[in-house]
């Protein structure tokens, strides 16, 4: 089991940046795979941006340029840095996790509860 606990989550203004944050811990190592996924009011949950348990990364169209993933193997950790935030980017972001890389797809089998990002116009 892997348990995945987010944060860094909040309420900024358009324009603004976050960094998210994601701790895993359990039967874990720095060869999983992990990604940001979210899902806004009425929405369906997407894929954001992802990372291969070798380093390959995956962003979805509306967030290239803006957002940047990456992790620390030595604290199990995941970063989502958010710069340029939009009013469309508010939801809620979810981390994953999976022994499998599925790109911007969502079969990874580990989920956390989520941090809510809220952007102002």
């Known amino acids: 089991q892997v348990q995945l606990v987010e944060s860094g989550g909040g309420s900024v203004q358009a324009g603004g940046s976050l960094r998210l944050s994601c701790a895993a811990s359990?039967?874990?190592?720095?060869?999983?795979?992990m990604g940001w996924f979210r899902q806004a009011p009425g929405k369906e949950r997407e894929g954001v941006a992802t990372i291969g348990g070798f380093g390959s990364t995956a962003y979805a169209d509306s967030v290239k340029g803006r957002f940047t993933i990456s992790r620390d193997s030595v604290k199990n950790t995941l970063y989502l840095q958010m710069n340029g935030l939009k009013p469309e980017d508010t939801a809620m972001y979810y981390c994953?996790?999976?022994?499998?890389?599925?790109?911007?797809?969502?079969?990874?089998?580990?989920w956390g509860q989520g941090t809510q990002v809220t952007v102002s116009s």
């Open positions: 994953a996790a999976d022994w499998w890389w599925y790109g911007l797809g969502s079969g990874y089998q580990y």
């Open positions: 359990g039967n874990t190592n720095s060869r999983i795979s």
